[in-house]
């Protein structure tokens, strides 16, 4: 038995699973409580407007019709919401602080945002009011396009800013001009990667009700970030924060945009159920999620590369602008993301970077999957492909002879990340990956026989292959309670809070393996600020990492405990004895044990005292805050197929290979990067927010907006390489946006390959058939007037 | 409320028990089904016909509870994911079983859908491909798997079920 007791690294199936598949687990849409009442939101119709009269008596009248609350009515608890993360200690940055309002009051700001809402006996009767409620606008110019959005005429998102731009950060190190002097070659591109939806098949939502009894708010909300909402909440609300118990309970996918914090609707619903006395609904609908929930991706970067006669990088320039939509709450993570992850695995000794981040009347961007990552990463894996191209490298070639080697770890970037620390990679070893992707895709034989064949036919198959790093695992901290039951169960509480990820069992795995008991005893809590009331939250790929080192930490320490009072309880040493099979018995006389549920029960005794310096029961609470992220790596390869006469495009093969550090659930991890590259699938060829020039959102329903369905994606073969991190005890890194990252890069690369069109140079994401078809349309003519 | 909507009597069958109800011609199935029931099994995503995670069955059939108004269902037989594993103590139904041991599932949210839409395929098609499978589900969104997982837990739930009848008839399985 004893191989079978490693339960780290093991295919786990996962304990929250259950629960799920036999419809009992509680999502925020399905808490009743007595004497509920339901809200529905008045939006704006217009991008930008200045906001007149409201008029709501008609709405009023209504049967069953509670109230309509407008800014006005909010007194001083109208407030603009908080800046999440302040901007980065960059010298020469420049940024202007816009957030939210709960309700708009003289002007909208973007189609959707809210300008009313109506209380009622059912959501039904809600929405009839809002039908009746009468608001005057006056529309205004609309800011929609990034590059006109900075013309000295544009109209202006916040009238009392000089001009639409957000902010500016520079960062640079080395000489990029000394460095273009000096090049063999410089390419000059202009690259556009447009908006996209994380579209959650849950839509956001939040019940709230005062209990008069107790003095205290129950909050169900889907957030991300249980505790960060809470704190903010009971702030805002004059509340202590015990006095509000929020509940995130099971969330039907995250992706990011559930922990911008504080929704409009995060803020009223509470605020509306101390009023009222009365608990209070409100689930989104989906037009509304298309509306009124955060968005990511729209950026433009001009950006030019210098290499050497080898190909080697000499120095990269970029200049970019950032949709941050009509606000910035969420500061400046997506573009910093950007522009840290542009680096990549390669050294690039001299990088000039400038970002602007622009308000337009569009939804707020705040981090979705890849948070401006894949952005980075399409930059600089394009730019080496036209190096490549140039200089008549193949893909693998120009990747190999750029990449950081392993005896160049840590690698300080000097440039500031996300988390306001330099950019320091903590390891790494980036050549096997390429390898085995190369192997796993059938490079060899794709190019000598599968292709040519194919063509010889008249069909345009397509190959490539891009690597990337991700950052992961970003602090501040996490904390772990972990406990024996005398049950003998093991309980393990912390405060991330998880949509889907697997923590109920990731984290268990890890108990598990301390306390030598089966992954299926360790109950997971989580997302309760009542049982556990310290941390973050889940972003970033972190909770695996920082949860789960903190996990790893409280885990050890009951170990100790356990074996320091059977040691005690068994007249022997600690070394003389071992856990195993949920119980600590004498190594030399098996016979002589002791179950852990019955150690818990003698470590909280009737009678007598626990002995001084040591605490009752077996419990430990650890808090894990990670110096810096850790760095995650990776390389994508593909096999697609264009249709030369519809140019719909088909994925035959997909293939990930992915180094996260150490791998604690590998069917978990497995699972993360299908559905990450299924999300980049969608973000390449499929899903587009396609806004007029009004800033009206012309596809705002699942019909028009399409998400990759079973027959888009293909089968994604995983392979893994394990670098462990030095950062953590348990060696690990995120995992949750590798899949999502690179695909764009990777279908731009494999689409040129398909094509083999002299010309034609795929420098924008999402593309759908037409585009497609566009860009070759003008390759050709390119050529043919050339020629 | 002063003016109450009028209301019409439905008697119907969901996951075999009866009901006698009175509802408002415009309630939707899902509404009724989650608020009125107190069935929260099933989801609901878009409520315009996507999503497919309110997908039920009606007299066998899978169909989306949002595109049904719930006064349609009069004399109907219904059974929702509540209805696959009625005893939260039993095993769940091979089919779920085979979901979470190949980790078709994430967030869950899309999960009931999923078991409703597989149920009657794989009544019918007990022994699909790969293909098959991805057909059937095609009109379910899940923004979490990539669908793989779901696939693999497809065609799992097949290869052990023919196992299982073959050894039923006192053969080997194939190997
Ligand atoms: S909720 Fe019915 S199909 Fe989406
Ligand atoms: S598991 Fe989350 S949507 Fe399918």
């Given at each position: 038995?004893?191989?079978?007791?490693?339960?780290?690294g093991?295919?786990?199936?996962?304990n929250?699973?259950?629960?799920?598949?036999?419809?009992?687990?509680?999502?925020?849409?399905?808490?009743?409580?007595?004497?509920?009442?339901?809200?529905?939101?008045?939006r704006?119709?217009?991008?930008?407007a200045?906001?007149?009269?409201?008029?709501a008596?008609?709405?009023?009248?209504m049967p069953g019709v509670?109230?309509?609350?407008?800014?006005?009515?909010l007194?001083?608890?109208?407030?603009?919401?908080?800046?999440?993360?302040?901007?980065p200690?960059?010298?020469?940055?420049e940024?202007?602080?816009?957030?939210?309002?709960?309700?708009?009051?003289?002007?909208?700001?973007?189609?959707?945002?809210?300008v009313?809402?109506?209380?009622?006996?059912?959501?039904?009767l809600?929405?009839?009011?809002?039908?009746?409620?009468?608001?005057?606008?006056?529309p205004?110019?609309?800011?929609?396009?990034?590059?006109?959005?900075?013309?000295?005429?544009?109209?202006?998102?916040?009238?009392?800013?000089?001009?639409?731009?957000?902010a500016?950060?520079?960062?640079?190190?080395?000489d990029?001009?000394?460095?273009?002097?000096?090049?063999?070659?410089?390419?000059?591109?202009?690259?556009?990667?447009?908006?996209?939806?994380?579209?959650a098949?849950e839509?956001?939502g939040?019940?709230a009700?005062w209990?008069?009894?107790e003095?205290?708010?129950?909050?169900?909300?889907?957030?991300?970030?249980?505790?960060?909402?809470?704190?903010?909440?009971?702030?805002?609300?004059?509340l202590?924060?015990?006095?509000?118990?929020?509940?995130?309970?099971?969330?039907?996918?995250?992706?990011?945009?559930k922990i911008?914090?504080?929704?409009?609707?995060?803020v009223?619903?509470p605020?509306?159920?101390?009023?009222?006395g009365?608990?209070v609904?409100?689930?989104e609908?989906?037009?509304?999620?298309?509306?009124?929930?955060t968005?990511?991706?729209?950026?433009?970067?001009?950006?030019?590369?210098?290499?050497?006669?080898?190909?080697?990088i000499?120095?990269?320039?970029?200049?970019?602008?950032?949709?941050?939509g009509?606000y910035?709450?969420?500061?400046?993570?997506v573009p910093?993301?950007?522009q840290?992850t542009?680096?990549?695995?390669?050294?690039?000794?001299a990088?000039?970077?400038e970002?602007r981040?622009v308000f337009?009347?569009?939804?707020i961007?705040?981090?979705y999957r890849g948070a401006g990552?894949?952005?980075?990463?399409?930059?600089?894996?394009?730019?080496?492909?036209?190096?490549?191209r140039?200089?008549?490298?193949?893909?693998f070639?120009?990747?190999?002879?750029?990449?950081l080697?392993?005896?160049?770890?840590?690698?300080?970037q000097?440039i500031?990340?996300?988390?306001?620390?330099?950019?320091?990679?903590?390891?790494g070893?980036?050549?096997?990956?390429?390898?085995?992707?190369?192997?796993?895709?059938?490079?060899?034989?794709f190019?000598?026989s599968?292709?040519?064949?194919?063509?010889?036919?008249?069909?345009?198959?397509?190959?490539?292959?891009?690597?990337?790093?991700?950052?992961?695992?970003?602090?501040?901290?996490?904390?772990?309670?972990?406990?024996i039951?005398?049950s003998?169960?093991v309980?393990?509480?912390?405060?991330?809070?998880?949509?889907?990820?697997g923590?109920?069992?990731?984290?268990a795995?890890?108990?598990a393996?301390q306390?030598?008991?089966?992954?299926t005893?360790?109950d997971?809590?989580?997302g309760?600020?009542?049982?556990?009331?310290?941390?973050?939250?889940?972003?970033?790929?972190?909770?695996?990492?920082?949860?789960?080192?903190?996990?790893h930490?409280?885990?050890?320490?009951?170990?100790?405990?356990?074996?320091?009072?059977?040691?005690?309880?068994?007249?022997v040493?600690?070394?003389?004895?071992?856990?195993?099979?949920?119980?600590?018995?004498?190594?030399?006389?098996?016979?002589?044990?002791m179950?852990?549920?019955t150690?818990?029960?003698?470590a909280?005794?009737?009678?007598?005292?626990?002995?001084?310096g040591?605490?009752?029961?077996?419990?430990?609470?650890?808090?894990?805050?990670?110096h810096?992220?850790a760095?995650?790596?990776?390389?994508?390869?593909?096999?697609?197929e264009v249709?030369p006469?519809?140019?719909?495009v088909?994925?035959?093969r997909?293939?990930?290979?992915?180094?996260?550090?150490?791998?604690?659930n590998?069917l978990?991890?497995?699972?993360q990067?299908?559905?990450g590259?299924?999300?980049?699938?969608?973000?390449?060829?499929?899903?587009?927010?396609?806004?007029?020039?009004n800033?009206?959102?012309m596809?705002a329903?699942l019909?028009?907006?399409?998400?990759?369905?079973?027959?888009?994606?293909?089968?994604?073969?995983?392979g893994?390489?394990?670098?462990?991190?030095?950062?953590?005890?348990?060696?690990?890194?995120?995992?949750?946006e590798a899949?999502?990252?690179?695909?764009?890069?990777?279908f731009?690369?494999?689409?040129?390959?398909?094509?083999?069109?002299?010309?034609?140079?795929?420098?924008?994401?999402?593309?759908n058939?037409?585009?497609?078809?566009?860009l070759?349309q003008?390759?050709?003519?390119a050529?043919?007037?050339?020629? | 409320?002063?003016?109450?909507?009028?209301?019409?009597?439905?008697?119907?069958?969901?996951?075999?028990?009866t009901?006698?109800?009175?509802?408002?011609?415009?309630?939707?199935?899902?509404?009724?089904?989650?608020?009125?029931?107190?069935?929260?099994?099933?989801h609901?995503g878009?409520e315009?016909?996507?999503c497919?995670?309110?997908?039920?069955?009606?007299?066998?059939q899978?169909?989306?509870?949002?595109?049904?108004?719930?006064?349609?269902?009069?004399?109907?037989?219904?059974?929702?994911?509540?209805?696959?594993t009625?005893?939260?103590?039993?095993?769940?139904?091979p089919?779920?079983?085979?979901?979470?041991?190949?980790h078709?599932?994430?967030?869950?949210?899309?999960?009931?859908?999923?078991?409703?839409?597989?149920?009657?395929f794989?009544?019918?098609?007990?022994?699909p491909?790969?293909?098959e499978?991805?057909?059937?589900?095609?009109?379910?969104?899940?923004?979490?798997?990539?669908?793989q997982?779901?696939?693999d837990?497809v065609?799992?739930?097949?290869?052990?079920?023919?196992?299982?009848?073959?050894?039923?008839?006192g053969?080997e399985?194939?190997?």
């Amino acid at each position: 038995m004893s191989e079978d007791r490693r339960v780290l690294g093991r295919r786990t199936p996962r304990n929250e699973d259950p629960r799920l598949l036999t419809g009992r687990a509680l999502f925020v849409d399905d808490v009743q409580r007595p004497g509920m009442v339901h809200v529905a939101f008045v939006r704006s119709p217009h991008a930008h407007a200045r906001l007149g009269a409201i008029d709501a008596s008609a709405a009023l009248q209504m049967p069953g019709v509670l109230g309509v609350y407008t800014a006005d009515d909010l007194g001083d608890y109208w407030q603009p919401g908080p800046l999440l993360v302040p901007p980065p200690p960059v010298s020469g940055m420049e940024f202007h602080e816009r957030t939210q309002v709960p309700l708009a009051r003289d002007k909208v700001r973007h189609v959707g945002e809210p300008v009313a809402l109506v209380v009622a006996e059912s959501r039904y009767l809600a929405e009839d009011a809002v039908e009746q409620i009468f608001v005057d606008y006056e529309p205004l110019p609309a800011v929609v396009d990034l590059v006109a959005a900075l013309e000295p005429d544009a109209a202006r998102v916040h009238d009392d800013l000089d001009s639409n731009l957000a902010a500016f950060v520079p960062q640079s190190r080395g000489d990029y001009a000394a460095a273009r002097a000096e090049a063999h070659l410089v390419l000059a591109r202009t690259f556009d990667y447009d908006r996209g939806a994380s579209a959650a098949i849950e839509n956001r939502g939040v019940v709230a009700e005062w209990d008069p009894r107790e003095d205290r708010l129950t909050i169900w909300d889907t957030t991300q970030a249980p505790i960060p909402v809470r704190n903010g909440l009971a702030a805002m609300l004059g509340l202590s924060e015990h006095q509000v118990h929020l509940i995130a309970p099971f969330i039907g996918g995250g992706f990011g945009p559930k922990i911008m914090m504080f929704y409009p609707e995060e803020v009223l619903i509470p605020w509306l159920a101390l009023q009222l006395g009365v608990p209070v609904k409100w689930i989104e609908d989906r037009s509304e999620n298309f509306y009124a929930t955060t968005q990511e991706r729209g950026q433009i970067h001009e950006a030019e590369i210098a290499v050497d006669t080898e190909g080697r990088i000499l120095g990269v320039r970029d200049r970019f602008l950032h949709d941050t939509g009509a606000y910035d709450p969420y500061g400046l993570t997506v573009p910093l993301n950007s522009q840290c992850t542009l680096l990549g695995p390669y050294r690039i000794p001299a990088y000039d970077s400038e970002m602007r981040a622009v308000f337009t009347n569009k939804t707020i961007v705040t981090p979705y999957r890849g948070a401006g990552r894949q952005h980075g990463v399409f930059v600089i894996e394009r730019l080496l492909d036209l190096v490549a191209r140039e200089l008549d490298l193949d893909p693998f070639e120009v990747r190999r002879r750029n990449f950081l080697q392993p005896e160049d770890f840590p690698v300080d970037q000097t440039i500031i990340y996300q988390d306001f620390q330099p950019l320091v990679y903590d390891s790494g070893n980036y050549e096997p990956l390429l390898d085995q992707a190369r192997q796993r895709i059938g490079w060899d034989q794709f190019l000598e026989s599968e292709q040519p064949n194919a063509r010889a036919e008249g069909r345009l198959l397509g190959i490539g292959v891009v690597a990337y790093v991700e950052g992961t695992g970003i602090g501040p901290f996490e904390g772990a309670r972990v406990q024996i039951q005398t049950s003998g169960r093991v309980t393990v509480v912390t405060g991330v809070g998880t949509q889907g990820q697997g923590h109920y069992t990731v984290l268990a795995q890890i108990a598990a393996e301390q306390l030598a008991v089966p992954v299926t005893s360790v109950d997971v809590i989580t997302g309760d600020t009542d049982q556990f009331h310290w941390g973050t939250g889940t972003f970033a790929s972190r909770g695996a990492v920082v949860a789960g080192n903190a996990v790893h930490a409280a885990a050890v320490e009951v170990r100790a405990k356990t074996l320091a009072i059977a040691a005690r309880l068994l007249e022997v040493t600690e070394d003389e004895l071992e856990l195993v099979d949920s119980e600590v018995r004498v190594v030399s006389d098996p016979t002589r044990s002791m179950a852990l549920g019955t150690l818990a029960a003698e470590a909280n005794p009737m009678r007598g005292a626990v002995t001084p310096g040591t605490e009752p029961g077996l419990e430990a609470t650890r808090y894990f805050g990670p110096h810096r992220g850790a760095t995650a790596s990776g390389a994508h390869a593909m096999v697609l197929e264009v249709d030369p006469e519809t140019y719909d495009v088909t994925i035959h093969r997909y293939v990930v290979v992915h180094d996260c550090g150490r791998i604690l659930n590998p069917l978990i991890v497995d699972g993360q990067v299908h559905g990450g590259v299924a999300q980049g699938i969608g973000n390449c060829f499929y899903e587009e927010l396609v806004y007029d020039e009004n800033g009206q959102l012309m596809n705002a329903s699942l019909m028009d907006f399409l998400l990759p369905t079973s027959l888009d994606v293909p089968r994604v073969e995983v392979g893994h390489e394990e670098t462990v991190s030095p950062l953590n005890e348990l060696g690990t890194k995120g995992a949750g946006e590798a899949g999502a990252i690179p695909t764009g890069a990777l279908f731009a690369q494999a689409l040129e390959n398909a094509l083999d069109l002299p010309g034609l140079e795929i420098l924008q994401i999402p593309l759908n058939p037409s585009k497609l078809w566009h860009l070759v349309q003008r390759a050709r003519a390119a050529h043919t007037s050339a020629g | 409320m002063n003016e109450p909507n009028p209301t019409r009597e439905i008697e119907f069958e969901v996951n075999g028990t009866t009901f006698r109800r009175a509802v408002e011609p415009r309630r939707l199935l899902s509404d009724f089904l989650r608020h009125d029931l107190g069935l929260t099994g099933t989801h609901v995503g878009c409520e315009h016909g996507v999503c497919g995670a309110c997908t039920i069955l009606l007299d066998g059939q899978a169909i989306r509870s949002c595109l049904l108004f719930a006064v349609q269902i009069d004399g109907a037989h219904l059974t929702t994911v509540e209805g696959m594993t009625p005893e939260p103590a039993a095993p769940m139904h091979p089919l779920q079983q085979a979901f979470q041991r190949h980790h078709g599932l994430q967030c869950g949210f899309c999960t009931p859908g999923f078991l409703m839409t597989l149920l009657p395929f794989l009544e019918e098609n007990p022994d699909p491909t790969e293909d098959e499978v991805r057909h059937a589900i095609s009109g379910n969104l899940c923004r979490c798997t990539g669908y793989q997982h779901i696939v693999d837990a497809v065609l799992g739930w097949a290869r052990e079920r023919a196992a299982a009848a073959a050894e039923g008839e006192g053969r080997e399985p194939t190997p």
